[in-house]
């Protein structure tokens, strides 16, 4: 099949961007999204000119790279799929398709459809892990789980922070990675000790990044190519009402032992 | 009160009080539609019950008023605030998104909102204060010597433009609410996971009860049923 593309070029983060016209001829049906991409590119370097950059890893729908608006639409037309596993039997020859980065004053095209998604590593750091005192590992099974907790944990657990909610999202919200986030931790026993602090330390976080806020608008659920639910948001916002009502300063008084 | 402060300061937080005031909101409009259909009772009892809240319920309407008052003021300044943080969180905009699940009422809670802010404030200049009279009526007195609210209501839903307003802004009203009933208590945390998060039966329920409620008065003047 062909196709024209319409892919969002910026040369970098301060660069102005537009939009450039390129034909796609011979496309397979078999052929990956970025697979297609890939051919488009070697189209352009044997022309002697600059291929689009785009973000990938795995290019099997686990590392969350590969993100990107096309028509309109987060990872695609294809639900609960990365744009990696996208494939191109979901156009049809003579389609037209406007390919565009992320946008989110958040993550900053650091080139044409490649984003900086550093502000997740950064909530993530505020608070999303447990802390454990090094030794010897204890019996991995020691702590019971009941199952429907641990499928609970194992479904925000998913999210690859790809950023497809807040690319979705009308109001550029980081809330359904940093519910998924501070859930499936939260959810677990070991994530019990520090659900509520980690709760307040990612949102503050989450606020400092810029982020827009949460209108339940859905969209983030319906882009996200893990399937996680908004569920997980009023999760994120029950710990966090319940962090700011029993917050006391934290002090380090006591005994040095 | 630091913890308000706290919440004041976070989006969530926000988002939360716009939650309590929207609940709050929702209360009181379905106390004011019941006391509104009264108007269908006939003028003796509807007057009756307009001189009840400002004779010997005054205090507690009082009280009640100045609830709602600080209700609206933070629900709007909550709401101009997120507002203005949604938009600088996409500087650049995109040349196409398509909303996938997103309902119109949900993308219609901010110009939504603005309509129902003028309402109010016509509203309560309307029927409260009387400084707007179209009907030239407020200031009638029924034949027991009391403020004639009844025959306000009638001569001003008879003047078109006035129906008109309160039919289209109770539209938005339902539709505010077919959203915002949901959605706040999403935001407050005590919804109940389920296996299809959007579905919303008892906001729908609320939002169109709310809705035929306060519509049926206008349409009963309009109809003849009034009069
Ligand atoms: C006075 C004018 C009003 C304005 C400007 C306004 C504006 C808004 C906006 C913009 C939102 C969505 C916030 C977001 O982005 O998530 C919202 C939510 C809401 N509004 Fe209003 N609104 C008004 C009046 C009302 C009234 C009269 C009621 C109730 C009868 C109400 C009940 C709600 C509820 C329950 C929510 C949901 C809060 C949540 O999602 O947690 N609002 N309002
Ligand atoms: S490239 Fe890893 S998820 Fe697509």
Redesign the interface.
């Known amino acids: 099949m062909n196709l024209i593309l319409h892919v969002w070029r910026q040369a970098g983060a301060n660069a102005a961007?537009r939009?450039e016209r390129y034909e796609a001829r011979d496309v397979s049906a078999d052929m990956s999204f970025l697979e297609m991409l890939d051919v488009v590119n070697e189209g352009l370097i044997a022309n002697g000119q600059e291929p689009i950059a785009f973000d990938h890893d795995c290019r099997e729908g686990i590392c969350g790279m590969c993100g990107m608006?096309i028509?309109?639409?987060a990872h695609g037309p294809m639900k609960m799929t990365t744009t990696c596993q996208l494939h191109m039997r979901s156009f049809k020859d003579g389609d037209e398709l406007?390919i565009?980065p992320w946008?989110?004053?958040?993550f900053q095209v650091v080139k044409d459809l490649v984003v900086d998604r550093s502000a997740f590593d950064r909530i993530i750091q505020a608070g999303g892990f447990v802390s454990v005192n090094t030794g010897a590992p204890q019996d991995a099974n020691a702590i019971p789980i009941s199952k429907q907790v641990a499928d609970?944990a194992m479904d925000a657990a998913a999210c690859i922070g790809c950023g497809a909610c807040v690319a979705?999202c009308?109001?550029?919200?980081a809330s359904l990675f940093t519910a998924a986030k501070v859930s499936h931790l939260g959810l677990l026993p070991q994530g019990q000790p520090e659900r509520y602090r980690r709760a307040l330390k990612m949102?503050?976080q989450?606020?400092l990044e810029?982020?827009?806020?949460?209108?339940?608008?859905?969209?983030c659920?319906?882009?996200c190519p893990k399937g996680i639910?908004?569920?997980f948001?009023?999760?994120?916002?029950?710990?966090?009402?319940r962090a700011?009502?029993t917050?006391r300063e934290e002090t380090a008084a006591g005994g040095t032992g | 009160m630091s913890?308000f402060v706290?919440?004041y300061?976070?989006?969530?937080?926000?988002?939360?009080i716009m939650a309590v005031t929207g609940l709050i909101g929702i209360g009181f409009v379905l106390v004011h539609m019941l006391g509104n259909l009264q108007v269908f009772i006939g003028q003796d009892k509807f007057d009756a019950y307009a001189a009840m809240l400002h004779g010997p319920l005054a205090e507690v309407v009082w009280g009640l008023r100045i609830v709602l008052i600080v209700a609206v003021v933070l629900h709007v300044l909550m709401a101009w605030q997120?507002t203005q943080?949604?938009r600088?969180?996409?500087?650049?905009?995109?040349?196409?998104?398509?909303?996938?699940?997103?309902?119109w009422a949900?993308?219609t809670?901010r110009w939504g909102g603005v309509l129902l802010l003028v309402f109010i404030v016509f509203h309560i200049l309307h029927f409260t204060v009387g400084v707007i009279d179209p009907a030239h009526a407020f200031h009638e007195t029924d034949a027991l010597g009391r403020h004639d609210i009844y025959g306000d209501v009638v001569a001003s839903f008879r003047i078109w433009w006035v129906s008109a307003f309160y039919i289209v802004a109770m539209i938005f009203l339902g539709l505010h609410l077919f959203?915002g009933a949901?959605?706040s208590?999403?935001?407050?945390?005590?919804?109940h996971?389920?296996a299809h998060?959007?579905k919303r039966r008892i906001s729908a329920a609320i939002a169109i009860i709310v809705w035929l409620g306060f519509t049926l008065v206008p349409l009963g003047v309009i109809a003849g049923i009034v009069h």
Not at chain 1, 233 to 241: F, G, P, S, T, V
Not at chain 2, 88 to 103: G, H, I, L
Request: hydrophobic share 40%.
């Open positions: 961007g939009f608006m028509n309109g639409t406007w565009e946008r989110a004053r958040a609970d979705a009308p109001n550029g919200s949102v503050a989450m606020d810029d982020f827009g806020h949460c209108t339940l608008f859905g969209e659920q319906e882009a639910s908004i569920d948001i009023a999760r994120m916002n029950h710990d966090y009402l700011v009502a917050q | 913890w706290n919440l300061r976070s989006t969530i937080g926000k988002k939360i997120l943080r949604a600088a969180a996409r500087p650049v905009d995109y040349r196409m998104r398509e909303p996938q699940v997103s309902t949900s993308r809670m959203h949901w959605s208590l999403r935001t407050l945390g005590v919804a996971p389920s998060p959007l």
